[in-house]
T-cell receptor, first 115, second 113 residues
Framework: EPEVTQTPSHQVTQMGQEVILRCVPISNHLYFYWYRQILGQKVEFLVSFYNNEISEKSEIFDDQFSVERPDGSNFTLKIRSTKLEDSAMYFC?????????????FGPGTRLLVL | DQQVKQNSPSLSVQEGRISILNCDYTNSMFDYFLWYKKYPAEGPTFLISISSIKDKNEDGRFTVFLNKSAKHLSLHIVPSQPGDSAVYFCAARTNSGYSTLTFGKGTMLLVSP
């Protein structure tokens, strides 16, 4: 069964450093998403991506964040200068031909710890 | 800003009995609802969904009920199994072009043998 994969599973970084989180969405999906879950809190939407551009982003997704689909398979989230409060689980998700009435499938997540 | 609320942080049920997980929402623009299950250190796994044009959707042991007038949905698991022990998230979306999911805080279900 196709699945979303994410690397690395864990990332520890120093405050102010750049991190890149990687995702390989399900191969025939067209819509891609990043969510995060801070420990003890709910899963929060960050950004959605379609046709090589951001289609929607939340207030959390400020100028320190960027997304890219550098090739036909990878979807990346970059945090330019990490802050302590960026520590969270980051989930990538993808969905198929239409963004509505379509299920989003999630990857296993990357646990980011900013020291 | 809690547009999707899961007011029970946890629920304990005995194996074989029914588990009922509840979810309330405030945004009347939501028209598609999903339940995800999450084990520790894993991503949310899709379970079942329901469109606002329906009031019930069933898939094996899982049934989701939607009461639009009350802005309430529930997930029934019958019979509950120990492997169902996980955190269950209710999520909702609007029918907009690139609709994102709004999640509740989750309910931890513990099914004991």
């Amino acid at each position: 069964e196709p699945e979303v994969t994410q690397t690395p599973s864990h990332q520890v970084t120093q405050m102010g450093q750049e991190v890149i989180l990687r995702c390989v969405p399900i191969s025939n999906h067209l819509y891609f998403y990043w969510y995060r879950q801070i420990l003890g809190q709910k899963v929060e939407f960050l950004v959605s991506f379609y046709n090589n551009e951001i289609s929607e982003k939340s207030e959390i997704f400020d100028d320190q964040f960027s997304v890219e689909r550098p090739d036909g398979s990878n979807f990346t989230l970059k945090i330019r200068s990490t802050k302590l409060e960026d520590s969270a689980m980051y989930f990538c998700a993808s969905s198929g031909g239409t963004p509505w009435q379509e299920t989003q499938y999630f990857g296993p997540g990357t646990r980011l710890l900013v020291l | 800003d809690q547009q999707v609320k899961q007011n029970s942080p946890s629920l304990s049920v005995q194996e074989g009995r029914i588990s009922i997980l509840n979810c309330d929402y405030t945004n009347s623009m939501f028209d598609y609802f999903l339940w995800y299950k999450k084990y520790p250190a894993e991503g949310p796994t899709f379970l079942i969904s329901i469109s606002s044009i329906k009031d019930k959707n069933e898939d094996g042991r899982f049934t989701v009920f939607l009461n639009k007038s009350a802005k309430h949905l529930s997930l029934h698991i019958v019979p509950s199994q120990p492997g169902d022990s996980a955190v269950y998230f209710c999520a909702a979306r609007t029918n907009s072009g690139y609709s994102t999911l709004t999640f509740g805080k989750g309910t931890m279900l513990l099914v004991s043998p």
